[in-house]
């Protein structure tokens, strides 16, 4: 099944579509938006509705809301929320993905923000996403006869159609025990690990340790931020030059790194628009060009990126990105001293602590205009100094009040999302 359209995408992506110059990529996104729209005008009667009276650039944002609250309006193959979610849930609870809708794989989205998310796809689309993942990751030289070991928070059918002998996957639960993960892992000695930065430094504790005496080919970050700290730590541990990224989430594969390790976005794919923050900052606003099961158009996601100033020297034409810095809801909110409000991006109060040594473990959590409480998983005088010292720092470079730091003992959470500095005070965006 499938597997003619799955290695004409990997083919596609991986060698017939260089895209060298921005007008190439430009020319591109035009046909496929040109194609994309007149499929939707016919088969999506949300935005038939809409692309009656504007054009693409004029159609109102959507977000997970939107997209939860006119799901049966969206989607072009009848699909219900409520039959859909009801599945995804049941496939969640027994931990058994093999049930779908229709010819449809549905899934849900483990979003960070607290609105539960709802994808849907296609098979053609599934294969389409096998196909473009296995083009950004497999590594230049031999394509075959590598293993893939996917940590994922929620399966779905998707990994398990690729098996065969040239490349094969394999699953593991980030629910599962760790210690018994790690001997699975050391049994199947996967050439690429793909796992989220909670999960790898797991593995990196086993491996400082002496229980990883093993070095994949390739390893990837997915799913979570990937702090800088934790980078370097990874990379070391595992023997990696760099440690790979893809960006994928339920609204799409949107960015994979090179094989100099940049982060480029998948504009051969996906279209992204620009809501500019200041000093390149961003949030994008995607619409997926070919995805049609579950159209993804001028959806306005929460995270923000930071593009790079100057391109990237493996000469991809595809944006480079130089961070994603995490969700907007987490940008902190940290009042001056006349009580305007500053904001100070996820990532620069993570670079801060990159300074602050005598502990292992943190979490930064905003609870008030000028309150911060800090969780430390070695808590004593020294610790609590250093912190204190940075946050104080930052505080008087950027301009804002130093703020009253409460501290509490690190406490792990494996389920969790790692979510090194929230926001949990102020309105969700700002
Ligand atoms: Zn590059």
Redesign the pocket.
């Known amino acids: 099944m499938g597997r003619l359209r799955i290695v004409s995408e990997f083919a596609a992506v991986r060698w017939m579509r260089p895209l060298r110059t921005r007008s190439a990529v430009s020319r591109r996104q035009r046909r496929l938006l040109r194609r994309h729209l007149r499929f939707l005008r016919r088969s999506s009667a949300h935005f038939a509705a809409l692309l009656e009276a504007r054009g693409f650039h004029d159609l109102p944002l959507m977000d997970k809301k939107v997209m939860m609250e006119r799901f049966d309006e969206i989607n072009t193959v009848g699909a219900s929320r409520d039959e859909a979610l009801a599945l995804a849930l049941a496939n969640e609870r027994s931990r058994d993905f093999g049930a779908d809708l229709g010819r449809n794989s549905v899934g849900l989205s483990s979003g960070t923000s607290g609105h539960r998310g709802l994808f849907l796809v296609s098979p053609a689309e599934r294969d389409a996403w096998v196909g473009a993942v296995l083009a950004r990751t497999l590594p230049r030289g031999r394509l075959t006869g590598h293993r893939i070991a996917l940590f994922l928070r929620a399966d779905n059918t998707l990994y398990e159609s690729v098996g065969s002998r040239a490349v094969s996957f394999r699953y593991f639960d980030v629910y599962a025990d760790m210690g018994e993960n790690v001997r699975a892992l050391l049994e199947y000695e996967p050439t690429i690990l793909v796992a989220p930065p909670s999960v790898l430094r797991r593995i990196v504790r086993a491996a400082e340790a002496g229980g990883f005496p093993f070095v994949p080919e390739k390893v990837y970050a997915v799913a979570e931020v990937l702090e800088l700290a934790d980078e370097r730590r990874i990379a070391e541990a595992l023997g990696q030059d760099i440690v790979h990224q893809l960006y994928q989430c339920t609204e799409g594969f949107l960015a994979h790194t ?1 094989e ?1 390790g ?1 982060l ?1 976005l998948n504009e051969d794919a996906v279209l992204v628009e620009r809501e500019e923050l200041g000093g390149g900052r961003f949030v994008p606003i995607v619409t997926d060009l070919r995805r049609r099961a579950q159209p993804i158009v001028r959806y306005r996601l929460g995270d923000v990126l930071r593009a790079r100033s100057r391109p ?1 020297d ?1 000469g ?1 034409a595809l944006l ?1 990105i130089d961070r994603i810095e995490g969700r907007e809801g987490d940008t902190l909110l940290l009042a001056r001293a006349d009580g305007s409000l500053l904001p100070v991006f996820a990532d620069v109060m993570a670079r801060a602590l990159l300074h602050a040594d005598g502990f292992d473990e943190y979490r930064v959590r905003q609870t008030g205009a000028s309150r911060l409480e800090i969780a430390l998983d070695i808590l004593d005088d020294r610790s609590r100094g250093r912190v204190e010292g940075e946050v104080n720092a930052l505080a008087d470079r950027l301009g804002f009040a130093r703020p009253v730091i409460d501290f509490a003992p690190y406490l792990h959470d494996g389920t969790a999302k790692l979510r090194r500095v929230v926001r949990d005070w102020g309105d969700e965006s700002w």
């Open positions: 090179c100099r940049v480029h990237c493996c991809s480079a």
